[in-house]
């Protein structure tokens, strides 16, 4: 993961009933992501460096977190070290590598499954392709990527978000 600076990919979401969303996920290092969720999906997740922020245009609502404080972090979290978190998956196929990433002292942050393909043209020779994560209200989503494009130009308002709520008048 580190050997990636920027990556753009579609991706599909699949949560634990078989819903599937689709959109477009931009990542730039360290520490920033945005799912830009399809035309007509009222909800975007970002986070900035410091925060993972979820958005929810249809209700006006707006929840922020410590990267460190969700399964993302494993992906996001420059100060977290994968190898210490990590275990390695047997996976039955020598193309693929799969990473559980848990703190063990924080089980609330959840649990994130990363696999990757060895790919010769990827980052370090593996590309990241899907990851399923547990969080700590046993919800599961599986995130699929196809069209990863790396080291492209992604500028710092990216990761900047239209904030839904009201106005507090005075």
Same mark, same amino acid.
């Given at each position: ?9 579609d991706f599909?979401q699949?949560?634990?009933n ?7 996920? =931009?990542?730039? +290092?360290p ?7 399809e @035309?007509?999906? $009222?909800?975007l997740?970002v986070a900035?460096g410091?925060a993972?922020t ?11 977190w410590?990267i460190?404080?969700?399964?993302l972090g ?9 190898m210490?978190y990590g275990?390695?998956?047997? =996976?039955?196929? +020598?193309q693929?590598?799969?990473i559980?990433v848990r703190? @063990?002292?924080? $089980?609330?942050y959840?649990?994130i499954?990363l ?6 043209g990827?980052?370090g020779g593996l590309e ?5 994560s547990l ?5 599961r989503?599986?995130?699929?990527l196809s069209?990863q494009?790396?080291?492209?130009s ?13 106005p507090v008048?005075r």
């Amino acid at each position: 993961m580190r050997a990636i600076g920027t990556m753009r990919a579609d991706f599909v979401q699949s949560d634990r009933n078989g819903r599937q969303v689709r959109g477009v996920l =931009t990542l730039k +290092r360290p520490g920033k992501i945005r799912f830009q969720y399809e @035309k007509g999906v $009222p909800m975007l997740i970002v986070a900035d460096g410091s925060a993972l922020t979820f958005v929810d245009y249809e209700v006006r609502q707006v929840q922020r977190w410590p990267i460190k404080n969700s399964p993302l972090g494993a992906l996001l979290d420059p100060n977290r070290d994968v190898m210490k978190y990590g275990k390695l998956m047997p =996976t039955g196929n +020598r193309q693929i590598v799969s990473i559980e990433v848990r703190d @063990k002292a924080h $089980p609330e942050y959840g649990v994130i499954t990363l696999v990757f393909i060895r790919k010769p043209g990827a980052p370090g020779g593996l590309e990241l392709s899907s990851w399923a994560s547990l969080d700590s209200q046993n919800t599961r989503t599986v995130v699929s990527l196809s069209n990863q494009q790396y080291g492209v130009s992604v500028p710092d308002s990216t990761f900047r978000y239209n904030d839904p709520r009201r106005p507090v008048r005075r």
